[in-house]
């Protein structure tokens, strides 16, 4: 079956540590995004990336990196220069063009310890 | 930014009742969707309305959208304790936009008492 899938489901990180969170997809999608979700704020866009090799800069970027060097993979890492990392993550994928609705992944819940 | 924004926050309803929820937002949309969360789950897309339509269905969902208001409503027929979950709007770049990125709302968390 085709889908979106993210690893892992829970993620601890000490303070100081940079961690990756994993996006895999196998519906052949060109576009991918990673949003981030905390409690009565809804999602808000960390970076996006249209095709392979390329990636732009979300409305929260600051303290977040990521690759695309494979179609079917979008890594997120978390950086110690972001302060506020605990939250709920969640990674995304669609067809490129401006109609198409979005497949997410189950999420990874990122705690700070 | 946030874009959409969904009222009311939170909705509660008994099985069978119908649901309907709101979204507006401030600019100029190709397309406006909706979705669906489970807790501590990832969303599902539920429908997409273009902004030169005014009304979609699919299946017990009923979707409308008025451009010139800037706001769209999403209702549920018939609804089920399974329908309980947050329910986001997103909406898609002005017409001409290069991308599919979304801007995602804050929800409306409805929950469906048996």
């Known amino acids: 079956d085709g889908g979106i899938t993210q690893s892992p489901k829970y993620l601890f990180r000490k303070e100081g540590q940079n961690v990756t969170l994993s996006c895999e997809q196998n519906?052949?999608?060109?576009?991918m995004y990673w949003y981030r979700q905390d409690p009565g704020q809804g999602l808000r866009l960390i970076y996006y990336?249209?095709?392979?090799?390329?990636?732009q800069k979300g409305d929260i970027a600051e303290g977040y990196s990521v690759s695309r060097e494979k179609k079917e993979s979008f890594p997120l890492t978390v950086t110690s220069a972001q302060k506020n990392p605990t939250a709920f993550y969640l990674c995304?994928?669609?067809?490129?063009?401006?109609?198409?609705?979005?497949?997410f992944g189950s999420g990874t819940r990122l705690t700070v310890v | 930014s946030q874009q959409g924004e969904e009222d009311p926050q939170a909705l509660s309803i008994q099985e069978g009742e119908n649901a309907t929820m709101n979204c507006s937002y401030k600019?100029?949309?190709?397309?406006l969707q909706w979705y669906r969360q489970n807790s501590g789950r990832g969303l599902v897309h539920l429908i997409l309305?273009?902004?030169?339509?005014r009304e979609k269905h699919s299946g017990r969902l009923r979707v409308t959208l008025d451009t010139s208001k800037k706001s769209s409503s999403l209702l549920i027929t018939a609804s089920r304790a399974a329908d309980t979950a947050s329910y986001f709007c997103?909406?898609?770049?002005?017409?001409?936009?290069?991308?599919?990125?979304?801007?995602f709302g804050t929800g409306t968390l409805l929950a469906v008492q048996p």
């Open positions: 995304a994928s669609s067809n490129s063009g401006r109609n198409y609705g979005y497949t």
């Open positions: 600019t100029s949309i190709n397309n």
């Open positions: 990336s249209q095709i392979v090799n390329d990636f």
């Open positions: 997103a909406t898609g770049p002005p017409y001409g936009g290069a991308t599919n990125k979304l801007i």
């Open positions: 309305i273009r902004s030169n339509e």
């Open positions: 519906l052949n999608h060109d576009a």
